[in-house]
Nanobody, 129 residues
Protein backbone atom coordinates (compact mmCIF):
# COMPACT_ATOMS: atom_id res chain seq x y z
CA UNK A 1 0.00 0.00 0.00
CA UNK A 2 1.32 3.44 -0.95
CA UNK A 3 0.75 6.08 1.72
CA UNK A 4 1.96 9.47 0.61
CA UNK A 5 2.86 12.07 3.20
CA UNK A 6 3.26 15.65 2.06
CA UNK A 7 4.94 18.46 3.98
CA UNK A 8 6.38 21.93 3.60
CA UNK A 9 3.32 24.14 3.31
CA UNK A 10 3.07 27.47 5.06
CA UNK A 11 2.28 31.16 4.97
CA UNK A 12 4.53 33.31 2.79
CA UNK A 13 4.45 36.67 1.07
CA UNK A 14 4.12 37.28 -2.64
CA UNK A 15 7.46 36.80 -4.36
CA UNK A 16 8.72 34.32 -1.76
CA UNK A 17 9.71 30.72 -2.34
CA UNK A 18 8.56 27.48 -0.75
CA UNK A 19 9.41 23.82 -1.25
CA UNK A 20 6.91 21.02 -0.80
CA UNK A 21 8.02 17.45 -0.14
CA UNK A 22 6.25 14.14 -0.43
CA UNK A 23 7.41 10.67 0.53
CA UNK A 24 5.93 7.19 0.93
CA UNK A 25 5.28 6.00 4.47
CA UNK A 26 3.61 2.82 3.26
CA UNK A 27 4.89 -0.08 1.24
CA UNK A 28 4.86 -0.81 -2.48
CA UNK A 29 5.36 -4.15 -4.13
CA UNK A 30 9.06 -3.42 -4.20
CA UNK A 31 9.19 -2.09 -0.66
CA UNK A 32 8.96 1.60 0.15
CA UNK A 33 10.54 2.65 -3.12
CA UNK A 34 8.63 5.08 -5.29
CA UNK A 35 11.20 4.86 -8.07
CA UNK A 36 9.42 3.85 -11.24
CA UNK A 37 6.15 5.50 -10.23
CA UNK A 38 4.72 8.47 -12.06
CA UNK A 39 4.27 11.30 -9.58
CA UNK A 40 2.63 14.69 -9.56
CA UNK A 41 1.24 17.68 -7.72
CA UNK A 42 -2.28 19.06 -7.82
CA UNK A 43 -3.82 21.95 -5.93
CA UNK A 44 -7.26 22.89 -4.74
CA UNK A 45 -8.21 26.46 -3.93
CA UNK A 46 -11.32 27.32 -1.90
CA UNK A 47 -14.40 26.98 -4.05
CA UNK A 48 -12.48 25.58 -6.98
CA UNK A 49 -11.88 22.14 -8.40
CA UNK A 50 -8.64 20.33 -7.88
CA UNK A 51 -6.28 21.21 -10.71
CA UNK A 52 -3.08 19.85 -12.18
CA UNK A 53 0.15 21.62 -11.27
CA UNK A 54 3.06 19.43 -12.35
CA UNK A 55 4.03 15.84 -13.00
CA UNK A 56 7.10 13.71 -13.51
CA UNK A 57 6.91 10.43 -15.38
CA UNK A 58 9.39 7.66 -14.80
CA UNK A 59 9.34 6.18 -18.32
CA UNK A 60 10.16 8.20 -20.26
CA UNK A 61 11.58 10.70 -17.79
CA UNK A 62 9.43 13.68 -18.67
CA UNK A 63 8.03 16.63 -16.79
CA UNK A 64 4.83 18.52 -17.44
CA UNK A 65 3.65 21.78 -15.94
CA UNK A 66 0.45 23.76 -15.91
CA UNK A 67 0.85 26.97 -17.87
CA UNK A 68 0.28 29.10 -14.79
CA UNK A 69 3.38 27.69 -13.03
CA UNK A 70 5.81 27.36 -15.92
CA UNK A 71 9.04 29.15 -15.16
CA UNK A 72 8.18 29.43 -11.45
CA UNK A 73 7.70 25.87 -10.17
CA UNK A 74 10.01 22.88 -10.56
CA UNK A 75 9.09 19.26 -9.88
CA UNK A 76 11.79 16.75 -9.04
CA UNK A 77 12.28 13.32 -7.49
CA UNK A 78 15.29 12.35 -5.38
CA UNK A 79 15.86 8.62 -5.81
CA UNK A 80 18.24 8.41 -2.87
CA UNK A 81 15.73 10.03 -0.52
CA UNK A 82 12.68 8.50 -2.19
CA UNK A 83 11.09 11.93 -2.04
CA UNK A 84 9.13 14.07 -4.48
CA UNK A 85 9.61 17.82 -4.39
CA UNK A 86 7.88 20.90 -5.72
CA UNK A 87 10.05 23.99 -5.62
CA UNK A 88 7.84 27.04 -5.86
CA UNK A 89 9.41 30.40 -6.64
CA UNK A 90 7.93 33.85 -7.12
CA UNK A 91 4.73 32.81 -5.41
CA UNK A 92 1.57 34.79 -6.08
CA UNK A 93 -1.60 35.19 -3.99
CA UNK A 94 -3.46 33.15 -6.60
CA UNK A 95 -1.18 30.21 -5.76
CA UNK A 96 -2.95 29.94 -2.41
CA UNK A 97 -4.39 26.43 -2.18
CA UNK A 98 -4.04 23.03 -0.61
CA UNK A 99 -1.36 21.17 -2.54
CA UNK A 100 -1.63 17.40 -2.96
CA UNK A 101 1.05 15.00 -4.07
CA UNK A 102 -0.02 12.01 -6.06
CA UNK A 103 1.46 8.81 -7.46
CA UNK A 104 0.53 6.06 -9.85
CA UNK A 105 2.40 3.05 -11.23
CA UNK A 106 1.60 4.26 -14.75
CA UNK A 107 -0.74 7.23 -15.11
CA UNK A 108 -2.62 7.55 -18.39
CA UNK A 109 -3.45 11.24 -18.29
CA UNK A 110 -1.30 13.35 -16.00
CA UNK A 111 -3.78 16.25 -15.93
CA UNK A 112 -6.77 14.13 -14.92
CA UNK A 113 -7.53 13.82 -11.20
CA UNK A 114 -9.18 10.46 -11.76
CA UNK A 115 -6.06 9.12 -13.47
CA UNK A 116 -4.01 9.01 -10.28
CA UNK A 117 -4.31 6.17 -7.78
CA UNK A 118 -2.59 7.44 -4.65
CA UNK A 119 -2.91 10.81 -2.92
CA UNK A 120 -1.23 12.56 -0.03
CA UNK A 121 -3.15 14.38 2.69
CA UNK A 122 -2.51 17.87 1.33
CA UNK A 123 -0.38 20.80 2.46
CA UNK A 124 -1.78 24.31 2.85
CA UNK A 125 0.08 27.05 1.01
CA UNK A 126 -1.05 30.61 1.68
CA UNK A 127 0.47 33.54 -0.16
CA UNK A 128 -0.26 37.01 1.14
CA UNK A 129 -0.10 40.10 -1.13
Amino acid sequence: QVQLVGSGGGLVQAGDSLMLSCTNSGQTLSGYDLTGFDMGWFREAPGKEREFVASIRSKPNTRDYADFVKGRFTISFDNAKNTLYLQMNNLKPEDTAVYYCTADPRVQSVKSVSGWQYWGQGAQVTVSP
